[in-house]
């Protein structure tokens, strides 16, 4: 009977991983185009250096974030079949969301500093 539970739960944490590796996916593919969108190479010369140190920061930290994001969720692009492979499997990918939601908070963050500093110097 505990087997039966142990694989119920498996599968049940199998499948909420499927779809945090789709949402993760959806949150790198938004956030690349976001920075992509948003960041002409015009906007990083401007302003005080203090300005652009925390610009500067906050999109290498969304870049880091989002390169680790990356590299998790490509480790796993195979199933494993051993059920703790399975595990390791699965904690990837909740590592790889937790990433990428880190890079989008700093893409936010970048966003909001861009607002503020605009409404204060325009």
Request: glycine share 8%; aromatic share 10%; net charge positive.
């Amino acid at each position: 009977m505990l087997k039966n539970h142990l694989r119920r739960d498996l599968q049940w944490l199998k499948r909420q991983a499927r779809k945090d590796r789709r949402i993760t996916v959806v949150l790198l593919t938004g956030v690349s185009a976001a920075w992509v969108r948003q960041l002409p190479p015009s906007d990083l010369l401007g302003g005080s250096p203090i300005l652009l140190a925390l610009s500067l920061g906050l999109l290498g930290g969304s870049g880091a974030a989002w390169l680790m994001s990356a590299y998790f969720v490509t480790r796993t692009l195979k199933a494993r079949r051993e059920p703790a492979e399975e595990l390791r499997w699965i904690s990837r990918i909740s590592r790889g969301k937790e990433w990428a939601f880190c890079s989008l908070s700093a893409y936010v963050a970048w966003h909001l500093l861009q607002f503020v500093t605009a409404v204060v110097l325009g």
